[in-house]
């Protein structure tokens, strides 16, 4: 590395953070070099922790990264947390640049009474639970529990509806966490509710996920005929509407007419309606919900309440109503988007609003929680033509360095970092002991299991 060289830190590994990091990598002019930090000792963000288990193609998108954690300026720092190891004003003495991609880690709340009522859980840990996230390795999820209500229609919502509903055989070979197999292995739930608040036309899922709904073996998916029943808002959206949407309603048309087959798992698939109250007195015991019509408000179609009230016997409520990203102290943040603000990617000052020259972000907690995995390679692309244009009008000054490596920063500090090398100990590790199991991978959900192997190997 000569003296030209640009440093970049990238504060988390998901896909904006390596699409960001690829991007970054791509021309030697500037030459740039990268340390990626991440508060996990592994990788990849939702693509390890987030996407579901029986979506293991999508998961191959983790070679592209592999194969870009192998450059020689790239270096990978896992189990260091942002804003808890390691500070804000800490990295800006170190790069020139950094780049905050460390996602949107909770989730968005209903605001009704009996919300945190036992056996009413976020949809986010839920996911990390059946994912082997180690933040939710000891959540606790009473799959005795017959009829479950997942609110929300978005994609998130049918990876929870698939994973409750199908045969656990057939999860029994991807890479789900060991603990979830067995729990879902011992399940009770009989039938899942979806629920939507605004009506099929709206509905936020695409149609692969809503196809599969289709072909689970064992569960029948059902909805009535009167929610394919349109308003005149909707036909007149659904007239316009991207060919994403039109596929929706054919698959749905589809499922209200393959109907209820005697299965003995059945999928509910409910429009218009809205939860009001959780109802229990310890723990969930049904929902308290009201029938909603579509109004147009500011050219937008929204679901207005109408005076029609609904009970529905649950005993396990999710809420999937969207990721939400979490401040970290020192950043600037918008709370009520959940996201940093900036223009382009570039970091907006939290007192004054002007652009920020080091700093840029990118990915969920750029835009805020939507979009595909490959939504974040436009996304990352933007924010690192932003950076470099700033570099090549030289409208960053050079910062006043501490000479001082990260690396000698982590170890002075003693933590124990994750390098790349590290990680693949792990991975092969998983890898073996999925192949034992015949499953794809064997994950190891606690912190410091995977510290103590890392040491050991
Ligand atoms: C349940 C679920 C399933 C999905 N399934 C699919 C799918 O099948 N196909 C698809 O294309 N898209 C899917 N997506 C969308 C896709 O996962 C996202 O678009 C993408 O992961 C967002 O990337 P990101 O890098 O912004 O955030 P993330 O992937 O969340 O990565 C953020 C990273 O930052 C780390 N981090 C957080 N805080 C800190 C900190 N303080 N210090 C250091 N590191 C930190 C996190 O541990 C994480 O590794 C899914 C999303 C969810 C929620
Ligand atoms: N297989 C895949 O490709 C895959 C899998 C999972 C996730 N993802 C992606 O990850 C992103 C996040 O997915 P997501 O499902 O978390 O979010 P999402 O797509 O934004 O869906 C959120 C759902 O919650 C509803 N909702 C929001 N607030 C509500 C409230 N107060 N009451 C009732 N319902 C409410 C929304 O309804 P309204 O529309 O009315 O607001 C919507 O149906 C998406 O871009 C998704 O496509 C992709």
Redo the contacts with the bound molecule.
């Keep these: 590395m000569n003296d030209s060289t640009k440093r970049v830190a990238i504060v988390g590994s998901g896909p904006a953070a390596f699409y960001s990091a690829m991007e970054l990598l791509r021309h030697d002019d500037p030459m740039v070099s990268v340390d990626m930090l991440e508060r996990l000792p592994t990788p990849y963000g939702l693509v390890r922790g987030?996407?579901?288990p029986d979506?293991e193609k999508?998961k191959s998108v983790t070679k592209i990264f592999e194969r870009a954690a192998g450059h020689p300026r790239f270096r990978f720092f896992g189990n260091v947390e942002f804003g808890k190891d390691i500070q804000r004003l800490e990295l800006l003495q170190r790069y020139h640049a950094v780049i905050y991609a460390f996602g949107s880690r909770t989730d968005?709340h209903?605001?009704i009474i009996g919300e945190t009522l036992q056996r009413s859980h976020a949809?986010t840990e839920f996911v990390g639970w059946y994912n082997g996230h180690p933040d939710y390795r000891h959540h606790q999820f009473d799959l005795t529990s017959k009829r479950v209500a997942i609110?929300?229609?978005?994609?998130?919502?049918?990876?929870c509806a698939r994973i409750l509903c199908q045969d656990p055989e057939n999860l029994a070979k991807t890479d789900i966490a060991q603990h979830a197999l067995e729990a879902l292995r011992q399940s009770q739930v009989e039938e899942v509710f979806l629920?939507?608040?605004?009506g099929p036309v709206?509905?936020?899922?695409?149609p692969?996920?809503v196809r599969e709904l289709l072909h689970l073996p064992k569960v029948d998916a059902v909805m009535r005929a009167s929610d394919l029943e349109l308003d005149d808002h909707s036909k007149e959206e659904l007239s316009k509407a991207s060919r994403n949407t039109k596929l929706n309603m054919e698959i749905l048309q589809q499922i209200h007419d393959q109907g209820d087959r005697g299965n003995p798992r059945k999928l509910h698939l409910c429009f218009l309606i809205?939860?009001t109250k959780i109802e229990g007195s310890e723990r969930v015991e049904g929902l308290e919900l009201v029938h909603n019509e579509i109004v147009k408000e500011g050219g937008i179609l929204?679901?207005k309440a109408t005076d029609e009230v609904m009970h529905l016997n649950v005993d396990m409520v999710f809420r999937?109503?969207?990721?939400m990203g979490e401040a970290i102290p020192g950043l600037p943040f918008d709370d009520r988007r959940g996201t940093i603000p900036n223009e382009h990617g570039q970091l907006l000052g939290e007192v004054d609003g002007k652009l920020l020259n080091q700093e840029y972000t990118a990915g969920w907690i750029k835009r805020g929680?939507?979009?595909?995995?490959g939504?974040n390679k436009q996304d990352a692309m933007e924010t690192v033509s932003r950076l470099k244009q700033n570099w090549q009008t030289n409208q960053t000054q050079e910062p006043k360095f501490v000479q001082h490596d990260l690396l000698d920063f982590l170890k002075e500090k003693k933590i124990q970092f994750v390098s790349f090398e590290d990680w693949k100990k792990l991975d092969k590790f998983e890898i073996e002991q999925g192949q034992q199991k015949r499953k794809s991978r064997q994950k190891i959900c606690e912190v410091q299991e995977m510290l103590d192997l890392i040491q050991s190997n």
């Design positions: 987030g996407v579901a979506h999508i968005r209903l605001n949809a609110i929300g229609m978005g994609n998130v919502a049918i990876d629920i939507g608040r605004r709206q509905a936020a899922f695409t692969a996920e809205s939860p929204k679901a999937s109503i969207g990721y929680p939507s979009g595909v995995i939504t």
